[in-house]
């Protein structure tokens, strides 16, 4: 694989020689035939060469029924009529408040039996505990619109990440933490308690600190009052209660993912699907008009969420099972660079050199169960 990366770097080397040279596309070789016109495969050239590769595809989403979401029933009510509403029109809309309501008793009638299963095949199959952890199906084998091919770049990195967050326990979190409803009266001895119950509850511990904190924490609280004075207390005593500061769970983050390309077209067809592939990732980047007319003018109230990503890594066009899979994603940023290493351009203003970068972002976050075995993880 080393030698190919090395093969490709002299390639774009030799041809930034040749082409401030004055080496024009008529000069090179065409490509190979492609099957179809309006293929997004890049490169065209000594495609043998590349034998693992990166397949973009949009995602042909599957319709929602709002109806069956939200219940028909919901927007009126059970008793409730409507106006100039016709003997047919009510019998459909009743039809339809039921067929609505029986879809949302089925869906919650399968959401507990695929919880049962679950539950009865806990550390016993699995092939089935699998099937459950790697999310809807249509993330796993979506149906694809339309696919982009390109050369596998160099550097994908895979990042897991969690965040947390830092809670202070105080003193009646530490003491609960460490015995439990057994602590119960200490906490309340020495948050709530007069000075001398809480000097009380340590007497014969041989622990003077503990009774300084006490008093630092009742006493001064209760009988002297004002911040001056607590600390002067603190100070004089040199003692201060431990916030206990522990780690807890937040949540997962989202994954993202940058590709980098660069494209050196050799051939006026190369060129052109360059500049399909780029315009391709463009146009799905951004959303659809949701329009209304008015008068003669239409005018935009609202987008149509931008088609996701199937992306998948291949490896003599059989998706690499050595590699963890990516859930679909939204793209979020195109960057295209032109010219990045030279001012040359074809006589017709093509330029010779097009760089273009992608970044990515799943749908939804991971959890450990979507952490499958190999050829199955995310």
């Known amino acids: 694989m080393a030698d190919k990366s090395k093969n490709f770097g002299n390639k774009v080397a030799n041809f930034g020689k040749k082409f401030i040279g004055g080496l024009l596309f008529d000069d090179l070789p065409e490509a190979a035939e492609v099957s179809e016109a309006d293929r997004l495969e890049y490169p065209l050239h000594d495609t043998q060469d590349y034998k693992s590769c990166i397949e973009f595809g949009t995602i042909q989403e599957e319709g929602v029924d709002l109806e069956g979401l939200i219940g028909f029933g919901s927007l009126f009510g059970k008793n409730e009529t409507i106006e100039d509403e016709s003997d047919e029109d009510k019998a459909n809309r009743e039809k339809k408040e039921s067929e609505a309501k029986q879809k949302q008793e089925d869906a919650a009638k399968t959401i507990l039996e695929s919880q049962d299963n679950i539950d009865s095949t806990q550390g016993k199959d699995d092939a089935v505990q699998t099937s459950f952890g790697i999310g809807n199906t249509s993330d796993v084998n979506p149906q694809i619109l339309k696919k982009c091919k390109l050369y596998l770049p160099a550097a994908i990195p895979f990042r897991d990440t969690a965040s947390y967050e830092n809670a202070d326990l105080g003193t009646a979190g530490a003491l609960a933490e460490a015995g439990g409803n057994a602590s119960q009266g200490l906490v309340q001895s020495l948050l709530g308690g007069l000075g001398t119950t809480a000097s009380a509850a340590f007497e014969g511990s041989g622990a003077d600190g503990l009774s300084r904190l006490a008093m630092t924490k009742v ?80 005018t935009s109230i609202g987008y149509k969420f931008p088609k996701r990503f199937k992306i998948k890594i291949l490896y003599e066009d059989k998706e690499n099972s050595n590699i963890p899979r990516i859930l679909p994603c939204y793209l979020r940023d195109v960057t295209t660079t032109f010219n990045p290493s030279n001012m040359g351009m074809h006589p017709n203003g093509e330029f010779g050199e097009i760089d273009m970068g992608l970044a990515f972002s799943e749908t939804r976050t991971l959890s450990k169960r979507d952490i499958g075995k190999q050829g199955e993880m995310f």
């Open 219 to 298: 006493s001064v609280g209760k009988y002297l009052g004002g911040e001056g004075t607590a600390l002067a207390v603190k100070q004089a005593a040199g003692v201060t209660l431990n916030p206990n500061t522990r780690s807890l769970f937040k949540s997962v983050a989202l994954r993202e993912f940058a590709f980098q390309f660069k494209f050196i077209p050799l051939s006026k067809q190369e060129h052109d699907t360059v500049v399909k592939i780029i315009d391709f990732f463009r146009s799905e980047l951004y959303p659809e008009d949701i329009t209304v007319k008015v008068g003669e003018q239409d």
